[in-house]
């Protein structure tokens, strides 16, 4: 495996892939990985001749106030991990080398960014998209992954790649979790034990949710504060959002029909943890 820390060494890199005619799948990640992280390279390297995994945490989509510093990190232990399930390179740039001095262009997707996380999380989609359009950029992939557990992200992304016309086939993979529910994310290591012992608490209410559609609530209020007094009966916990949206334009629909999403942020403490469940009426 290949460790790339600039631009010009992962061009190099795509570009001998290219010469022999090898597709290209692109796992972009911000480190710290889980099974989640790792169930994306596997089926990047079933789909992909070559699998480029990105490691950058990426400044623009962190607000003033939120955890980049504290953001986890094992630069090695990452490396160790991508190594064990075949991916060919690791692109791990530095700040200055995606933003260098001056730089100053970023992307920008109106209309679905302004609600879920992005109302909460003000500009954080635009640093997402920018970030992303740039790697779609310099690596050239034929098709990029990501988890269904960053649902608004990954819509965001589809339609960004629709509208500007970009190169890469997003496949979206399912939420990866661990043994009592709770969706595997980078941050669940902030969790106290108090407080990972009442997580699960977000994946039952989303069961409960499904549940209740299958047995015929079509009722998108009744749906939302059933789900939220589910939440709200854990300890310690503090609600950020949770939404009943349409799929793909993320529209709240009076009555449950065609294809929608829970989706919730929830702080246990400090930590937001975020998780869905998509459903089709």
Do not use: W
Not at 137 to 143: E, K, L
């Amino acid at each position: 495996m290949q460790v790339c820390h600039t631009i010009r060494e992962i061009g190099e890199f795509v570009q001998n892939a290219r010469a022999v005619e090898k597709t290209i799948g692109l796992v972009p990640t911000m480190g710290y990985f889980h099974a989640g992280h790792l169930s994306l390279m596997r089926e990047a390297k079933k789909m992909c001749d070559v699998v480029v995994v990105s490691l950058y945490v990426n400044p623009l989509q962190f607000g003033p106030k939120e955890d980049l510093g504290e953001y986890p990190r094992d630069f090695e232990r990452d490396c160790a991990m991508a190594r064990s399930v075949g991916v060919g390179a690791i692109f791990a740039p530095g700040n200055a080398e995606m933003y260098p001095a001056g730089y100053n262009s970023f992307v920008e997707v109106a209309g679905i960014t302004d609600k879920l996380c992005g109302l909460s999380r003000p500009g954080h989609f635009r640093g997402v998209t920018t970030v992303v359009a740039k790697l779609f950029n310099i690596v050239r992939p034929d098709q990029a992954f990501f988890g269904q557990k960053d649902a608004q992200q990954a819509i965001i992304i589809e339609k960004m790649v629709r509208d500007l016309n970009m190169g890469p086939e997003i496949v979206t993979l399912p939420i990866m979790r661990e043994a009592d529910g709770l969706a595997m994310s980078s941050r669940n290591v902030y969790l106290t034990e108090d407080q990972r012992r009442a997580a699960p608490v977000l994946y039952r209410s989303l069961c409960a949710f499904r549940e209740a559609v299958a047995g015929g609530e079509r009722d998108v209020a009744k749906l939302r504060r059933d789900i939220k007094e589910m939440i709200l009966s854990a300890p310690g916990v503090q609600i950020d959002y949770v939404e009943i949206l349409s799929v793909p334009g993320l529209e709240p629909p009076d009555t449950l029909t065609g294809k929608c999403i829970a989706a919730l942020a929830v702080r246990f403490g400090k930590t937001r943890l975020i998780d869905n469940m998509v459903v089709e009426v």
